[in-house]
Nanobody
Framework: QVQLVESRGGLVQAGGSLRLSCAAS????????MGWFRQAPGNQRELVAK???????NYADSVKGRFTISTDSAKNTVYLQMNSLKPEDTAVYYC?????????????????WGQGTQVTVSS
């Protein structure tokens, strides 16, 4: 069974920094993509950043230049370094992974989600 375990978020002042991590474990054959989404109250879940297994990255316009996504392939872990945080970054952040897994003799591709972690930026 595959699990995504996120680090705790937290409360930070505007202009501050925070790093999130998310570790994938289980019968993982290959990681296709990993990334982070966020959802603020009353809003839809939106992409923050994602990284492909060839290190191609994609960022939301609102976080470009402030957030950096990276991975440690040996640990099946994705990181999100968030700098120059703004109150509008306040949201629940969800880790996402597009994985190829092996189970009972079969390989298949499936999306997985972390449990979500709260990030609050005070003004």
């Amino acid at each position: 069974q595959v699990q995504l375990v996120e680090s705790r978020g937290g409360l930070v002042q505007a202009g501050g920094s925070l790093r999130l991590s998310c570790a994938a474990s289980g019968s993982i054959f290959r990681i296709n993509n990993m990334g982070w989404f966020r959802q603020a109250p009353g809003n839809q879940r939106e992409l923050v950043a994602k990284i492909r297994n060839d290190d191609l990255t994609n960022y939301a316009d609102s976080v470009k230049g402030r957030f950096t996504i990276s991975t440690d392939s040996a640990k099946n872990t994705v990181y999100l370094q968030m700098n120059s945080l703004k109150p509008e970054d306040t949201a629940v952040y969800y880790c996402y992974a597009d994985l190829q897994v092996y189970d009972s003799g079969y390989y298949y591709t499936k999306d997985y989600w972390g449990q979500g972690t709260q990030v609050t930026v005070s003004s």
